[in-house]
């Protein structure tokens, strides 16, 4: 299920899940609209909603070299654009309770990093510019604990919340999905999405540049679908090799289709099951 706000930027009614997806980072202006365009228009053929994400700004970047972004507002703007151009919903992360009023001026969804999920200014911000406020459930937090972040939204009147899960700390340099946290943050009230490819990453390596097992991407969608989550959140890119950020883990863009048909037949099959 869909936020209300969000249902009216869908001109098809569909009972698949939704998706949130496009590239790790804003790599250049012209970028998203570029990557956008694709991902809608197999999203249109699929009747999946879909919701466009990229960040405009990395502020957590391992290494101190790694690249950060183009420019706040220029990025910013060129997000902007997939939705004025393709009259969808557009999503970017934030980092500080400052940045939330000027990327809200942007976008339609609001996302506070897992790293940031129990921060009351940020998620108390956040909630103050009555955008959906999709918050990443910690790699340190139960999901049963997610219901405090709820709560704090709530509290300011923004009833428009999404919880992602994207995988809990496994040792040092791994993440594993606990798939009981879908029907356990859906008992709050509020669509369940479920992060693949984020959760596949091998954080903190020694290299400086987090590692990623994109092999099991095709895994933990199906898994997550037959599990009854709402939604999924994939990164995805032309050229993950070449990605700015977060290549190791992301989704080659052309293998995006063959992946989304799948996850639409077991979203079918589990429809039928439970009509």
């Given amino acids: 299920m869909l936020p209300e706000t969000l249902k009216t930027l869908h001109h098809k009614k569909s009972n698949n899940f939704f998706l949130i997806a496009g590239p790790c980072v804003v790599e250049n202006s012209q970028m998203p609209l570029e990557i956008a365009s694709v991902i809608y228009n197999i999203c249109e053929r699929l009747e999946i909603p879909f919701i466009f994400k990229a960040s405009y700004k990395k502020a957590n970047r391992t290494s101190l070299h790694s690249f950060t972004g183009i420019g706040d507002v220029l990025a910013l703007k060129a997000i902007a654009n997939v939705r004025d151009e393709l009259n969808i919903p557009v999503l970017t992360d934030f980092h500080t309770a400052e940045e939330a009023n000027l990327a809200a001026a942007y976008v339609d969804v609001l996302q506070v990093p897992a790293f940031l999920c129990r921060q009351t200014e940020l998620l108390i911000s956040a909630a103050n510019t009555q955008k959906v406020i999709n918050v990443k459930k910690g790699q340190f937090v139960s999901p049963e604990a997610m219901k405090f972040a709820v709560e704090k939204i709530k509290s300011q009147g923004n009833h428009q919340i999404i919880l992602t899960e994207r995988g809990t700390t496994f040792g040092y340099n791994d993440l594993i999905v606990d798939f009981r946290s879908i029907p356990i943050m859906q008992s709050f009230g509020v669509p369940v999405v479920v992060d693949i490819t984020h959760s596949l990453q091998q954080p903190n390596t020694t290299a400086g540049v987090s590692g990623g097992s994109p092999q099991f991407i095709s895994t933990l969608a199906k898994a997550a679908i037959a599990a009854g989550a709402d939604g999924i959140f994939l990164e995805t890119h032309p050229e993950p090799a070449h990605a700015l950020s977060d290549?190791?883990?992301?989704?080659?863009l052309s293998l995006l289709e063959n992946l989304l048909k799948q996850?639409?037949?077991?979203?079918?099959?589990?429809?039928?099951?439970?009509?």
């Fill in 263 to 275: 996850l639409v037949q077991i979203r079918k099959a589990l429809n039928e099951n439970y009509s």
């Fill in 247 to 252: 290549g190791a883990n992301m989704l080659q």
